[in-house]
């Protein structure tokens, strides 16, 4: 992957997830051992963020600075060139000047790959907007693993369960997480309001590459025998009128009473920040991952970084 | 205190105090000699700003640098997933995944003390609204050690006359110093208008522990026998009339006339920003401490990162 | 240059200017072959900005790691202190205790000569205002140099065309660099609308040192027997009606018809960000020079923080 721009889920194979995941298994024995290692010393990551994500630009930044490299946030876009009229095609090719690679995160859908075909240093997709958030979905995917059990290098997720709960269909983090899904045949099972569901090529990509679909409306089918459940936000906003924000918003909070009625080794994840999905009594069920899953975010970003400036 | 948080300057001994003291000596030192030193190599600091404070937060930044350490800033949190409607303790949650230690400045009192006990790395609190500033007291009290010329591992100041003059009610640096001083015995002299005196409690922790009191409305009375002049800013927006402000602010300005009435070796601190307390014509006045004051502030926090992280 | 601040180019003799790109050539070299050096391992820059520009303080911080040191940013100075009433003075001082080194950019002519007046450190100007701006003017002339193969250490421009284009009345960028340009007794074209006209007091400095100027509306006339295009932005903003700014906006765009009737291997340069001034079909032109004079830029603000950090 060295020199490679990482753009999109679609890029990687099982193996290349497989050799990301061990290498990230790697990182966290290092982290763990020593706090932090020389790979890429004298190495500069240029974290360009057009929209604010407290927590994936710290995720970066620590992962690089774990590598021993150096940051150069950028995250006051609109104070900056850019808000004089300047192009992400100059700004990408100013950085180029400066770093060694970019993580970019931009509100708009296609802008990763806009960058990486011009940048002469690799692309780290970061989220744009509805498109992709490619490092999000490996966290997710290693968490899985790493959860259940499974080996990084050969595992086999055919007989999961993994059910995706909340807003399906705005939700950047469940379309890319699917995909990464669909390499595996696992069973999903859609829950959602009827106004959020999966899109539609979403579910294709899943049912033809082998996956089986089910949609619900509320979690009591899957829950008691799924083996990962992702929960994810619904966003108020997203809904044309209230009261029908308020009719479903309960149906998708998760308490202790939800997980007594879960199977005794599942997985409950959730890609923060939350608001009222989880309530805050989950936290000490050691089913719980979300916070294990924040911290392999940290891993794998520094096992992509490492990978692509070429160590 | 490997390990601990610091949440409030009621958990330090005198013994505590001095070791600290010899610590920050200790730093200064390093940094005079070399800049820097590898103690925290790997380490990083999240910098977790609810509150703009480029002092403060640029002293810890420095701190942990001149320790070789890396620092995470989150200074924009308005634009962050705070802003999303995260809960404090998610976010503490999520940088304990990133960092090492995490420095917070909020504006509620009472934060640092609920993200200490949640947090699993220590917590320095920088400030949480109108509670405490532990990490200046302890660089007001060391400049005081220092100034005087005191041995930092023995000192007394039972003999000394410490002048607290300002706003004495919602300063919370005076808060957090005076509750240091009373650790020590040392007379304390209270300068500040009516309506801005200090709190009931605060005077009680004093006296319950041996400190002499004198409340003054003016500067005439101790200036001539003060060791310690500790000035603070009169903010206009306290006063409920103009008037009234307009009527006291020139009795807190400290110039070289001022001056010219003092001892020949007391000390003049302030713990900035000013804007008109104190002339510049003092600046240049040997006893006017508070750019050391100010640099005493890195050492401390070198100290107490070093201290918290195990070194 | 130890300990020495940099205010404005007029301090640089032609030694001084040869032996700033003779270490820039190093630095660059250092970079290609080992990403960084240890130069000033353990230093601190505060990269103090009260205005934003993402491209020089980005340029200042990757110049600094790259040199194994650290840095504070100071971006939102509208949040801190100073907009609590703090003077520069004073931020200034404060920045003394903590840092080796500060980079100022101040909207306000004259602020940098101010900072350097009063700090115990070394202070880079890093524009102020409609003052100066010389770490541009450095990397300027030195790109132009570099551009057109001549010796760093002993070049001659006696013989050279330089065309300054675009808003030569505002643009701090040009009148830096006229003044650098003026100690080589280049031939320049000055090439602006009426209303935008060089200042009559850099005229005469060009003049005075056996300048050879011209002063043009349009380009036609220059362009074929030009060394050196350099492009500068006509803001919108200065003009008093549209429809005048209208009416020359076009005069003033580079596209590769332009460069068609310019010499083969004269060179295109840009302070950046452009907007339109220079059309993107020109970037693959090999005597388009942005980009390179942008990474220049880097090279020389290495070469001046390891000069005046005293290594």
Do not use: W
């Given at each position: 992957?060295?020199?490679?721009?990482?753009?999109?889920?679609?890029?990687?194979?099982?193996?290349?997830?497989?050799?990301?995941?061990?290498?990230?298994?790697?990182?966290?024995?290092a982290v763990?051992?020593r706090g932090s290692i020389d790979?890429?010393?004298?190495?500069?990551?240029?974290?360009?963020?057009?929209?604010?994500?407290?927590?994936?630009?710290?995720?970066?930044?620590?992962?690089?600075q774990r590598l021993g490299?150096?940051?150069?946030?950028?995250?006051?876009?609109?104070?900056?060139?850019?808000?004089?009229?300047?192009?992400?095609?100059?700004?990408?090719?100013?950085?180029?000047?400066?770093?060694?690679?970019?993580?970019?995160?931009?509100?708009?859908?296609?802008?990763?790959?806009?960058?990486?075909?011009?940048?002469?240093?690799?692309?780290?997709?970061?989220?744009?907007?509805?498109?992709?958030?490619?490092?999000?979905?490996?966290?997710?995917?290693?968490?899985?693993?790493?959860?259940?059990?499974?080996?990084?290098?050969?595992?086999?997720?055919?007989?999961?369960?993994?059910?995706?709960?909340?807003?399906?269909?705005?939700?950047?983090?469940?379309?890319?997480?699917?995909?990464?899904?669909?390499?595996?045949?696992?069973?999903?099972?859609?829950?959602?309001?009827?106004?959020?569901?999966?899109?539609?090529?979403?579910?294709?990509?899943?049912?033809?590459?082998?996956?089986?679909?089910?949609?619900?409306?509320?979690?009591?089918?899957?829950?008691?025998?799924?083996?990962?459940?992702?929960?994810?936000?619904?966003?108020?906003?997203?809904?044309?009128?209230?009261?029908?924000?308020?009719?479903?918003?309960?149906?998708?909070?998760?308490?202790?009473?939800?997980?007594?009625?879960?199977?005794?080794?599942?997985?409950?994840?959730?890609?923060?920040?939350?608001?009222?999905?989880?309530?805050?009594?989950?936290?000490?069920?050691?089913?719980?991952?979300?916070?294990?899953?924040?911290?392999?975010?940290?891993?794998?970003?520094?096992?992509?970084?490492?990978?692509?400036?070429?160590?």
């Amino acid at each position: 992957m060295e020199g490679k721009s990482i753009v999109s889920v679609d890029q990687f194979t099982p193996d290349d997830l497989s050799h990301i995941f061990s290498v990230a298994q790697e990182m966290r024995q290092a982290v763990n051992e020593r706090g932090s290692i020389d790979l890429l010393k004298g190495k500069i990551l240029a974290n360009l963020f057009y929209e604010p994500s407290t927590r994936t630009s710290s995720s970066f930044m620590a992962a690089m600075q774990r590598l021993g490299g150096s940051v150069i946030p950028i995250t006051e876009v609109k104070y900056s060139s850019v808000s004089k009229g300047e192009t992400l095609v100059d700004t990408i090719r100013t950085l180029n000047s400066y770093s060694d690679c970019i993580a970019l995160r931009h509100p708009q859908a296609g802008s990763a790959a806009l960058a990486a075909s011009i940048s002469r240093k690799p692309v780290i997709n970061a989220g744009d907007g509805i498109g992709e958030h490619p490092t999000q979905a490996l966290l997710d995917l290693f968490t899985i693993v790493e959860e259940l059990g499974l080996q990084s290098d050969s595992f086999d997720l055919r007989d999961m369960n993994v059910v995706l709960l909340g807003d399906l269909l705005y939700g950047r983090t469940v379309h890319s997480l699917s995909k990464l899904l669909s390499l595996y045949g696992v069973t999903v099972h859609l829950v959602s309001p009827k106004t959020l569901r999966l899109p539609q090529e979403i579910c294709d990509v899943l049912t033809s590459r082998g996956c089986r679909l089910f949609v619900h409306e509320n979690l009591e089918g899957p829950l008691s025998t799924c083996d990962v459940l992702y929960a994810t936000r619904v966003q108020k906003e997203r809904f044309d009128d209230e009261k029908m924000y308020e009719s479903v918003k309960d149906s998708y909070v998760i308490t202790p009473e939800t997980m007594s009625r879960a199977k005794k080794n599942m997985v409950l994840m959730h890609p923060f920040p939350r608001v009222n999905e989880i309530s805050f009594d989950v936290d000490s069920d050691p089913r719980a991952a979300y916070f294990r899953q924040m911290e392999n975010g940290m891993y794998i970003r520094m096992a992509l970084l490492a990978m692509v400036m070429g160590k």
